[in-house]
C-alpha cells in the first residue's frame, strides 16, 4: 500500500477506526469509494457558490473517507483488483471536478484575478495532477515498482488535497493552482529524471 504524508499521519487516524466500524456492517469498500467520490463532487459544487470554505472541509474528509475503503477491504477480505481500478479511476475523476471548481471559485470570487491567469493555472494544476497518477502507474507497469523516496512522496494525492483545504479555506485559490501546478509538474520531470538515470522503487 503506497500512502503520502498526510494519509500516514493525519488522515489514518480518522479513516482506520471508521473502517473498523464498518467492517461490521453491510457497507463494501466500492461503496465507500462512490462516497468519497460524490463528497469531491459536492465540493467541487460549493466552490460554484461560493461557499469555499465548506468547499475545503469537504474536500479534505472526501480524502479522509477515500482511506476507509482499502482497510475496509482488508478487514472484510474483499481486496480485488477491480476494486483499486475503480477507486483509481474515480479518484482522477474527483481531482478534475474539484480542481476546476476552484479554478471556477478563484475567476469569479477572488478579487483581481484574470481569466488567462486562472485558466493557465487550473489547466496546468490539472494536468499534473494526472500526470502524477499516470507516471506512478506507467513507473509499476514498465519497471514493475512504482519510485522511491520525494520522488514518489511529494505531490500524492492526500498532499493535493490537503493543499487544496489550506487554499479554499484561506481563499488563495489562484496561489493554490499555481502550488499545485508547480509541484505535481517538477515531481514528473523528476520522476523522468530518475527512471532515465536513477533507480525506480519504493513508494509513492
Known sequence: MHEGF?????????SRPAARALAHTPVTP??????????????????????????????????IVDGVDGDLARAKNMASRFGGFFDALLDRYADVLILAGLGYWSHAFEPGVSI??????????????????????????TFGQPFEG?????????????????????????????????????????????ARWGNVGGEE
Open 6 to 14: 498526510v494519509s500516514r499521519y493525519l488522515n489514518r487516524r480518522f
Open 30 to 63: 466500492n461503496q465507500v469509494s462512490f462516497i468519497a467520490f460524490l463528497m469531491a463532487v459536492a465540493a467541487a459544487a460549493l466552490f460554484y457558490y461560493d461557499l469555499n470554505i465548506w468547499a475545503g472541509v469537504l474536500v479534505q474528509a472526501s480524502s
Open 116 to 141: 488567462p491567469v486562472v485558466s493557465t493555472a487550473a489547466l496546468a494544476a490539472i494536468v499534473g495532477s494526472l500526470m502524477i497518477s499516470y507516471s506512478r502507474a506507467r513507473a509499476e507497469a
Open 150 to 194: 520525494l520522488p514518489g512522496a511529494l505531490a500524492s494525492r492526500d498532499l493535493r488535497l490537503f493543499v487544496i483545504m489550506i487554499g479554499a479555506i484561506t481563499g488563495q485559490g489562484v496561489a493554490t493552482l499555481a502550488v499545485i501546478a508547480v509541484l505535481t509538474n517538477l515531481v514528473v520531470l523528476w520522476r523522468l529524471g530518475v
